[in-house]
């Protein structure tokens, strides 16, 4: 049994666990052709994930947006699958620097990994906090927010199992990442899948944000720490703060009612929702 992200099913057989965040598009585009003509891995590999349970993780798109654009950067904003991969080893390598992030945010051309979307004079900034709404609604309305890739088809559980914030997963206040941890085991308990015993896994959250990264170009995002400029260091003008917290409130309105009442994953994102409201409504204050 495996543990994947979307992004890389074909990696691995016998998936148990699905783990899933903006911005990753695989479980929009399992029905369609990767650049270089095979079948892209849902499709591929079907029966080998049908019973996962699916992990989404969310994180406040002030920051979300600014971490996607370092991925960009170090994969040389990749155009197709075989170029990206030949810059894998450059993954969590450094932080992109402020030019390179102020000139992605105010890119006017189209983005081509939403081919469908309207060719509207719209920053990439501006699109990219459409994106990820989009991929929230996508997950906890089980894919019927885009007929054309209806997840139910692929997926047996095809909403996710548990919500995770990544802020509180990785909180420096121990209480609040044990907790959140918690939180994800619980989804991933089933019959026949051995876990390792309760009383060991609050170890293992301590181990791993201890973890010192002593090798180059690790899976850990700290590695970039010293490199490049940090989030603090790239800005967010006021209108796509403006944008962000409008998205949010939509969501909001959507997830806090009925039929989404009695759901506990909605709830729990409405409640990591008003935070990163607060958050955002507070740097917008900061701005003036």
């Known amino acids: 049994l495996h543990w994947n992200p979307d992004a890389e099913l074909s990696e691995a057989k016998h998936v148990a666990t699905i783990k899933t965040s903006y911005p990753h598009q695989e479980s929009r585009d399992w029905l369609m052709e990767t650049p270089h003509g095979a079948a892209t891995s849902w499709g591929t590999w079907h029966d080998e994930f049908l019973n996962a349970t699916t992990i989404y993780i969310v994180r406040n798109p002030r920051d979300a947006i600014r971490a996607y654009q370092d991925t960009k950067k170090e994969l040389a904003y990749a ?23 102020d000139n992605w945010r105010n890119d006017l051309r189209q983005e081509i990994r939403f081919p469908d979307d309207p060719l509207d004079q719209r920053t990439r900034g501006s699109r990219e906090i459409e994106n990820w709404g989009k991929h929230i609604d996508y997950w906890m309305t089980a894919g019927t927010s885009d007929p054309d890739r209806p997840l139910c088809t692929v997926l047996t559980n095809c909403e996710p199992g548990v919500i995770v914030a990544f802020e509180k997963l990785y909180s420096s206040d121990d209480a609040t990442s044990e907790a959140e941890f918690d939180r ?19 170890c293992v959250v301590k181990v791993t944000k201890d973890k010192k990264v002593d090798f180059t170009n ?28 409008a998205q949010i409130i939509s969501l909001i309105g959507v997830y806090s009612v009925t039929p989404y009442l009695a759901d506990a994953n909605a ?6 929702l008003d935070g990163y409201l607060a958050e955002i409504q507070a740097d917008l204050v900061a701005q003036g």
């Open 267 to 272: 709830q729990y994102l409405v409640t990591v």
């Open 79 to 101: 155009l197709d699958w075989d170029e990206a991969q030949s810059r894998k080893g450059q993954l969590y390598s450094r932080h992109a620097r402020v030019e390179s992030w």
């Open 218 to 245: 690790g899976w850990d995002d700290r590695n970039r720490d010293g490199k490049g400029n940090e989030f603090e260091d790239k800005s967010w003008p006021t209108e796509l703060l403006e944008e962000m917290v």
């Open 184 to 202: 994800l085991v619980t989804a991933m308990e089933r019959p026949g899948l051995p876990l390792i015993e309760e009383e060991a896994r609050h």
